[in-house]
């Protein structure tokens, strides 16, 4: 499957965007979905993920309450709404995908997609 990532910006703190994941080339809905980002100078992290049917959502502790990860099988399509953004979520915003687990473990997903860049100012 390809991932298509996009909607990334600059905000000011506070604010807010909407990520979109598109998916191409294979039957989207059996895969689970998860949100990654890489700030400057720092490890890629775990966001958010959601199951194939959107029914189990998981979070990061960094952003449980004011991030939404939703999805769209009938458009191929995963989103992260970001809410009451910080200068600390400032990085390149991943989605990928896997066919196991909706999980925060990186190494388990086979597919990704190129990043969009999220900006937040001060």
């Known amino acids: 499957v390809q991932l298509q990532a996009s909607g990334g910006g600059l905000v000011q703190a506070g604010g807010s965007l909407r990520l979109s994941c598109v998916a191409s080339?294979?039957?989207?809905?059996?895969?689970?979905v998860g949100w990654f980002r890489r700030a400057p100078g720092k490890e890629r992290e775990f966001v958010a993920a959601?199951?194939?049917?959107?029914?189990?959502?998981y979070y990061a502790d960094s952003v449980k309450g004011r991030f939404t990860i939703s999805r769209d099988n009938a458009k191929n399509t995963v989103y992260l709404q970001m809410n009451s953004l910080k200068p600390e979520d400032t990085a390149v915003y991943y989605c990928?995908?896997?066919?196991?687990?909706?999980?925060?473990?990186?190494?388990?997903?086979?597919?990704w997609g190129q990043g969009t860049k999220v900006t937040v100012s001060s």
């Open positions: 990928a995908a896997e066919t196991l687990a909706a999980d925060s473990d990186s190494a388990g997903y086979d597919y």
């Open positions: 080339g294979r039957t989207f809905s059996n895969y689970h």
């Open positions: 959601i199951s194939w049917g959107g029914g189990r959502t």
